[in-house]
């Protein structure tokens, strides 16, 4: 004799989901989460989902109508840096990144990653991941809608990961060899998993501004500030803003002198508001 088995997914709606199995006269029920976990998965998932279709979408149209000119190509950095002390202390210091654009005419896509780490006598003092990921499409030549993406992980501000996404519009204000500016307005969705303290998500604004000027032939400084004003608590934010001065040396090699602000106007109990990063770098242009 053969057993029929019939799964469902039941209560999907309500605050617990439950699956449940059912063999010939038997039946299992299995807790799969709680609704508002499951619901913010849903979003986060759906979220993400969104932002690759889109880009996905670039890739195969974004750049229909410039197909005599040479296809682009990728251009970006590669950057590393360390330092190592003995003796009375004990301390290590490395950082590593790495940056990446594609621009037509059509359409942009930049990358951004950056890892840094530290310890002193033997105990680990910071160890941070953050990833950014934008799509630009121009609808004309200054004028451009976007969607972006970033991640960060970082143990000491008690993060597992924050992640933040959303759409939004900007204006090319400069886009020249010495130098180029950009501001942008948009909505994100932001939400913090947190190791100790309870998960949050949110809606915020997002404002932005990059901007790269070559103030002699042998220095460049480049600087992008992103401020996420909550939409749900006035007067909370998130910023962070990244500043950099490169300088060349050879064969496509530079110094690079970075300096990270980040700023939370409501974080966690026993985490500071502010954390200030200076990283000096080797980079490598391709």
Known sequence: ???KTIIFLKNINLPDA???IRSGSTTYNHLIAKGAEMKKQ???CKSVFIF????MLGLTFGSHDVEAADPPVWKGSVNIGASLQSGNTDRFNAAAGADAMRKSEQDRYSLNLLFNYSEEDGNKTAESYY??????YFFTQKLYGYIGLELLKDEFKDLTLRTIIGPGAGYQIWDEEIRSLSVEGGISYFSDNYKVAE???WIAGRLAGNLMYKLLSSLTFTDQLIIYP???DIGDFNLRNEAAIATPLASGWALKFVNILEYDSDPPANIKETD????LTLQYSF
Request: a negative charge; aromatic letters at 14%.
């Open 131 to 136: 990833g950014a990921a934008k799509y630009d």
């Open 52 to 55: 690759l279709l889109v880009v």
């Open 18 to 20: 439950l699956l449940q």
């Open 42 to 44: 849903f979003l986060l």
């Open 199 to 201: 998960d949050a998500d």
């Open 230 to 232: 909550s939409f749900e």
């Open 1 to 3: 004799m053969i057993k």
């Open 276 to 279: 200030v990063n200076w990283i």
